[in-house]
Antibody
Framework: QITLKESGPTLVKPTQTLTLTCTFS??????????VGWIRQPPGRALEWLAL???????GYSPSLKSRLTVTKDTSKNQVVLTLTNMDPVDTATYFC??????????WGQGTLVTVSS | QSALTQPRSVSGSPGQSVTISCTGN????????VSWYQQNPGKAPKLMIY???KRPSGVPDRFSGSKSGNTASLTISGLQAEDEADYYC??????????FGGGTKLTVL
């Protein structure tokens, strides 16, 4: 059974760096073809893809946020970490991590709401 | 990389069929890697269709997907009240990147 759970701060100040951790079980990020993605959703708005990391450490980032994003994995801990620098109120959103196999996200975490405010 | 274009809303009566379109460019048109997600309020998205037209185990066969050129479509036949939700398309966009659509709110009348 695959599960994922996001954790991190619920409130960050403008200009700070957000660090979110996705802790998962039921799969290994050292298995060929497996990846973990990050997706966010501002309140009342659409899903926005942020980043991907694969079993072989290949990575992909949203072109519009690439300069601010970093994604890393710790295979031994079954964790993926996302950092987003220079936070702004427009970055207020629910952040999801999701298991990726092939070209789709088949298992999602419950999401964590991050508010950016001074 | 622009978001894929979806209608903001669609509606249908129980038993009817509705189709949600998803228009992109070289992303949708260049790869057979379109997926569709259903999202209920306050919940995580749920995978409904992957690789344009494949259904995960447990998804009713009332849900089907297709693609023509740069436009993918999700069709829900035999509409049920429980289908009322937001629907998002998503496509592989090359070079380890992904793009989502703007979302469509489905109302069951």
């Amino acid at each position: 059974q695959i599960t994922l759970k996001e954790s991190g701060p619920t409130l960050v100040k403008p200009t700070q760096t957000l660090t979110l951790t996705c802790t998962f079980s039921g799969f290994s990020l050292s298995t060929s073809g497996v990846g973990v993605g990050w997706i966010r959703q501002p309140p009342g708005r659409a899903l926005e893809w942020l980043a991907l990391i694969y079993w072989d450490d290949d990575k992909g980032y949203s072109p519009s946020l690439k300069s601010r994003l970093t994604v890393t994995k710790d295979t031994s801990k079954n964790q993926v970490v996302l950092t987003l620098t220079n936070m702004d109120p427009v970055d207020t959103a629910t952040y999801f991590c999701a298991h990726r196999l092939g070209a789709y996200f088949d298992y999602w975490g419950q999401g964590t709401l991050v508010t950016v405010s001074s | 990389q622009s978001a894929l274009t979806q209608p903001r809303s669609v509606s249908g009566s129980p038993g009817q069929s509705v189709t949600i379109s998803c228009t992109g460019n070289s992303d949708v048109g260049g790869y057979n890697f379109v997926s569709w997600y259903q999202q209920n309020p306050g919940k995580a998205p749920k995978l409904m269709i992957y690789d344009v037209s494949k259904r995960p185990s447990g998804v009713p066969d009332r849900f089907s997907g297709s693609k023509s050129g740069n436009t993918a479509s999700l069709t829900i036949s035999g509409l049920q009240a429980e289908d009322e939700a937001d629907y998002y398309c998503c496509s592989f966009a090359g070079s380890y990147t992904v793009v989502f659509g703007g979302g469509t709110k489905l109302t069951v009348l």
